[in-house]
């Protein structure tokens, strides 16, 4: 039991965003360190105390005490201790020492008093660090070195800032408002799960641009799908009406234009793993009709009209018909359509049946092949699919079959690894059918491989009867996401690796004091809601 439990690797701070709302802070100095603390205190809405020599203030200072910002307690330490006796300080911030105190004596103090405090340049002394922070609205990112390094952690907030999508700050305003509108329209302790798991479908699938540009109508749209149980989305959320208009604008008396349809296989989501010529049919595109899970990395190359499958379990018929129809019309009206899909378009991507259905309608359409994650994924994941002596022949097998029905699955073959796609929603059910019906011994290695290729992609693996517990416990699945069963999961795992856990894969030499091991530990914060 003990080696299925993170081990904690101690030495790191407690990072929280506390609020300090209406809190009493003092800080202790009027120089330009003092200035700074002051700021970041005045943005948390606290309300801040200086102690310091006047003298030598910095006029920023003398600015924020004139305006009332800021309230002035004198230079005395022990007269601002004096008069607070019947006021909580919170906490304190000593950049300077005065003329009635050392920085070791006023830290000594506030330990007695139980206020926390920082003092600058002095870690010995400190309760807590400062951070190099980013601050974009509501979204800020804290970057610590713990007191090792402070000029450091800002050139690597630099680094950090320097690769965030434009807008962000308005797109985590945007999603907390939608947040909130779905906690009105679905109260409640019962309906959490589901308006977690639906809001954590807009976060994933949505380009940082289109959140941020989310307006009240489209909130409203999508407040009024979630209540009807979509747990999809289209990029205009209006798409009946577009294919209305679009008959009836091709519906007069002008000889029909011809455009072409290609069927792109976007990948396992690397951009860089796209075929040149995928990339130049997105390019060239003027209507793309996208995959929910295509990742938002591919999604980002689409330049022209875009939207974005409504497909969630139950609904994917109707969405299907729909996309077919929008293709159709753009067809009609001459224009170059691609239907971007995951994967490979032929492998589970219903490609055959779209291409019967625009032959039907007097259009060829053209066939791009993309790396199937059924293949891509075990080998990003650093699962070899067949190995001498393990295995010898390898399965692809879906999960899930039309309306979110069960399937029939395989039956256990020990020399076999099997691949099963569109099955992590449905997990528990198909574990439980595996090993009662099929039996699949109930300690054979599997993984789920989630988001190959990304740079977030993430392996959790674990024996088959345990495996649904693991991705619970690092927060549940992170969608696009594939089950692998077999013996060969072990054949590149390294022997010091716990028998169940997470982690990106399993090709480096050793897991231990990396940066992914720590981030991918089982207490994933992406688990805390």
């Not at 999809?232 to 455009?259: F, V």
């Amino acid at each position: 039991m003990a080696g299925q439990i993170a081990t904690p690797q101690g030495g790191a701070s407690l990072m929280v965003a506390f609020q300090c709302q209406a809190k009493t802070m003092v800080v202790v100095g009027t120089n330009a360190v003092a200035a700074h603390r002051i700021f970041g205190l005045l943005e948390a809405d606290a309300r801040v105390v200086v102690v310091g020599e006047r003298s030598n203030m910095v006029s920023e200072l003398e600015h924020r005490i004139a305006s009332g910002e800021v309230v002035y307690a004198g230079a005395s330490w022990h007269a601002f201790l004096e008069a607070s006796q019947d006021e909580q300080v919170h906490m304190a911030f000593v950049c300077q020492a005065v003329a009635d105190a050392s920085v070791e004596a006023m830290a000594q103090d506030c330990r007695d008093l139980r206020i926390s405090v920082n003092v600058t340049d002095r870690n010995d002394l400190c309760d807590f660090f400062m951070t190099s922070t980013y601050r974009d609205q509501s979204l800020q990112i804290a970057v610590s070195t713990n007191g090792q390094a402070s000029k450091l952690s800002n050139r690597i907030r630099r680094h950090i800032i320097s690769g965030l999508p434009a807008k962000l700050g308005d797109a985590v305003h945007r999603v907390g408002q939608l947040r909130h509108k779905i906690r009105q329209t679905d109260p409640g302790d019962m309906a959490k799960n589901r308006r977690m798991a639906w809001l954590a479908q807009i976060c994933e699938y949505w380009s940082m641009d289109r959140l941020a540009r989310l307006g009240d109508k489209e909130m409203e749209d999508l407040l009024e799908s979630y209540t009807h149980k979509d747990e999809g989305y289209s990029s205009t959320m209006d798409d009946d009406d577009a294919i209305a208009t679009l008959k009836s604008s091709s519906n007069g008396n002008q000889q029909p234009l011809q455009g072409s349809i290609t069927l792109v296989g976007s990948g396992t989501g690397d951009p860089k793993l796209l075929t040149i010529a995928a990339h130049e049919a997105i390019k060239n595109a003027d209507l793309v009709l996208s995959d929910k899970i295509v990742p938002a990395e591919v999604v980002a190359l689409v330049e022209c009209e875009l939207k974005i499958a409504r497909k969630f379990p139950g609904n994917a018929d109707a969405a299907q018909q729909e996309f077919n129809e929008l293709a159709l019309v753009a067809l009609k009206e001459g224009k170059n359509v691609v239907r971007l899909k995951q994967g490979d378009p032929f492998l589970f991507g219903r490609g055959g049946e779209e291409v019967l259905f625009f032959r039907k309608h007097g259009f060829d359409a053209k066939v791009l092949p993309g790396i199937s994650s059924a293949i891509a994924a075990p080998l990003l994941a650093g699962i070899p699919l067949t190995h001498r002596s393990v295995t010898s022949q390898f399965l692809v097998t879906t999960g899930t079959g039309q309306k979110n029905s069960p399937v029939p699955l395989p039956t256990y073959e020990p020399s076999r690894t099997d691949v099963f796609l569109m099955a992590i929603h449905r997990l528990d059910a198909l574990v439980a059918d595996l090993i009662a019906k099929q039996q699949y011994p109930a300690n054979v290695p599997c993984a789920i491989v989630e988001r190959a290729s990304c740079d977030d992609q993430r392996v959790v693996y674990g024996p088959l009867e345990n495996i649904s517990k693991v991705l619970e416990s690092v927060g549940g699945s992170r969608p696009p996401g594939l089950l692998i069963v077999g013996h060969a999961i072990d054949v590149l795992k390294q022997e010091d690796m716990p028998a169940e856990g997470v982690t990106k894969h399993f090709l480096q030499q050793s897991h231990k004091d990396t940066p992914t091991a720590s981030l991918l530990q089982l207490h994933d914060p992406e688990g805390v809601y």
